[in-house]
């Protein structure tokens, strides 16, 4: 979907996202090298974005110091991109293209206020980028299809999702309300269990499918000559209240209408090739998670475990039937899945392993395309997950020496034991300084971190930080970060210790985690 972006808002997104990597200061030049543009440019793309999306974000320039986003005021991306959907032409058409799909060109020309060569040029990119969808833009009259009515109603279900968000509701004639309770009523009599965000995905998927049933868009025909199942009963007792949901809109209930929501909506139930297939998906995720469950050395509760493998079985699914990298401008899941990857590089690394062992022959799913998906999940869903994998941590050494005695050492330590708690081993340095000399400070040596009130002259460790005697907020501040880059530093040595071969064999992991090096930094 960047394709049909401007240059110039294009550059502006590079900017942002790759700002958004950075907790501070990033070097002009390397800003304007990432996103090729001169510093001329660059300002002139910060007072736009400050001016037009100050609301959401804010980017901050220093001569000297260079580009950051203001992380008081830059937490709303999403709305960002929201906003980029609601002044692209290209978006606009088709958000619009869902409600009048029999207007020909002319109509088009003027409801946009474009020449005929910019609409057909417009036209054009549109194509190129649905073709690549497995879409088709359909001319005089302009319209989206497909060879399967399903990836239409996918497509503008991810659309609603990305330009709409969480709070705004895009279908006017309908209540949002309502149809979330439709969702709830009959999730819940086919006992799946959904989130928030799932049953808003579901209720744009339901309003796609009925705004598209009553345009005369429907399902194979061969779904639709199947008997009824208890599914298409169990819709179909809700059929007063679809009625409520459309009364005050252009569509009314079609024939049949319960199988083309059944099918689309609840595809999970019908998609799946044979019950062999599902068989064998279900224990292969399974097994995936019983080894991740084995290589933390953490439990995974059965409630959660049935809402983990119901996700994925769905995505499974969803994959098969509409083979085709869903999102169009902005995965919100991919920059939450950046941050846990950051935080939990190891266990991350085991995840992406194991996916591989699902689908050995095609694991692009897994390990490309839902990976992020995965690791948010996982996160989200597996109770008490980031407790334990904080628990696993290599536990970070301090020695903390005070030529001030060793009372105003041990009231160091307790302030830091008050910060961290288990998660850093601290000791007082045992010898009056006064008397020590080289050899007595080289058990310095054995420590990751060496906090001092003043510099030790006989002491040239790499990692001595040197401290007012009560901790100023930047001692905190750079105490901190120490701490975060050698947990960091050890994650890393220990994924190239252990090397694919261990990340295949769950008891290797499970056996390997109570040597001195813990699994996460």
Known sequence: MRTLLSTSIYRKIMLIEFLDRFASWCPTKDVTTYIDCSPKTLLTDIDYINEFWGEYIFVEYSKFQGVRLNNLASNKLANVYALIFQECDEFQFIEKLLYRPNEDADFWINELFMSEASFYRMANNIEGFLENRGLTLERNPFRITAKEERWVRFFYTEYFKEAYGVNDWPFEYTNQQETYCFIMRTSTDFDVSLDDREIQLCSFLLMVSFIRMGQGFFISEEEYDKPDDVIDQVIQYSEPLAKRLLAHSPYSLRERWYKGIGRTVYYEFYAWDNHQQEIRIHDKIETFLTKLSQAVDFPLLEEDKSKIIQQMKSWYLQYNLYPYNQTLLFDNQKR????????????????????????????????????????????????????????????????????????????????????????????????????????????????????????????????????????????????????????????????????????QNAKNIYSFLHEDIAIDA
């Open 336 to 503: 939450m899945a950046r941050e846990i990857l950051n935080v939990y590089p190891t266990f991350s690394a085991i995840v992406s392993m194991y996916l591989e062992d699902i689908e050995r022959k095609k694991p692009e799913l897994w390990t490309s395309i839902r990976m992020h998906d995965i690791l948010v999940l996982l996160v989200k869903e597996w109770t008490n997950l980031p407790i334990q994998l904080e628990q696993l941590r290599k536990k970070v050494s301090i020695m903390i020496v005070s030529n001030l005695g060793k009372k105003h050492a041990e009231m160091l330590k307790d302030f830091l034991y008050s910060q961290y708690g288990d998660k850093v081993i601290l000791e007082v340095y045992p010898s009056p300084t006064l008397f020590s000399d080289e050899d007595d400070f080289a058990i310095l040596d054995d420590y990751d971190i060496v906090i001092s009130n003043n510099p030790i002259e006989k002491y040239h460790g790499e990692h001595c930080l040197i401290v007012n005697n009560f901790f100023s907020a930047s001692d905190r501040e750079s105490i901190y970060e120490l701490i975060v880059s050698i947990q960091k530093e050890a994650s890393e040595k220990r994924i190239h210790q252990l090397g694919i071969a261990y990340f």
